[in-house]
């Protein structure tokens, strides 16, 4: 699943290893999250939603892209 | 060791590397010692009924199931290690375990009528190396995978 938790990790300077502390998680879960290589449980979802003060589908798509790399209506 | 030696085993252990929390780490450590109690009470005992220092009977089979104290904590441990743990350690360790027992059993029946076909006779304990075999590269593969 595409998120945009890498962008806002960055644009608050933290480190991996930071937001695995403020989560409860370890850096190796934030990385592999970031990578979207492991889908997050709903209660992780929320935790990360709060961390960030964003709602959970402004952080997570479950979308796949579109050929042309466009995303379909919502 | 040279260098160019030293550098591919320490990428070959990246694999067993994991970055476990605070309480992870306490809880693996926890799992740990009760293991190596285990293990040490088990060739305590292996070494005490082989050398005949333990007299037949009742007193023998104490000493024999002495050592399953420790495993039953060991064993209690590594449950709440499973328990308290990260759930993207938990997803790697609970798939680790499905593979290692599922082999196991593969192994130990599918062993069973090579015996019938003339290959040699092997002990049980086979089968469950096979299974702490099949475990542990199940645990290496999970870690490569999210890493």
């Known amino acids: 699943m595409k998120n945009t938790l890498r962008v806002l990790r960055a644009a608050r300077g933290w480190s991996q290893a930071e937001l695995a502390d403020a989560l409860g998680v370890s850096r190796q879960t934030v990385n592999a999250i970031e990578t979207s290589r492991y889908d997050p449980s709903l209660p992780l979802a929320f935790r990360i939603a709060e961390v960030f ?11 796949p892209p579109a050929p042309n790399g466009h995303r379909g209506p919502p | 060791m040279h260098e160019q030696d030293v550098v591919p085993a320490r990428r070959w252990l990246r694999g067993f590397a994991c970055e ?108 469950l190396l096979a299974m702490i075999l099949v475990w542990a590269a199940g645990l290496w593969v999970g870690m490569r995978r999210y890493a």
Request: aromatic residues 12%; without cysteine.
């Open chain 1, 53 to 63: 003060g964003q709602r959970i589908d402004e952080i997570f798509d479950p979308r």
């Open chain 2, 20 to 127: 476990l929390t605070e309480q992870d780490r306490r809880n693996a450590g926890v799992f740990t010692r009760w293991s190596v109690l285990w293990s040490l009470g088990l060739v305590a005992s292996t070494f005490a009924l082989d050398g005949g220092w333990v007299p037949a009977g009742a007193p023998a089979v104490v000493v024999a199931l002495a050592p399953n104290v420790f495993g039953l904590f060991a064993l209690r441990a590594f449950m709440r290690f499973l328990r308290e743990t990260d759930e993207l350690q938990r997803k790697i360790h609970l798939e680790a375990l499905a593979a290692g027992f599922g082999g196991g059993v593969i192994f130990m029946w599918g062993y069973r009528l090579l015996e019938r076909a003339g290959a040699p006779q092997l002990d049980t304990s086979d089968g």
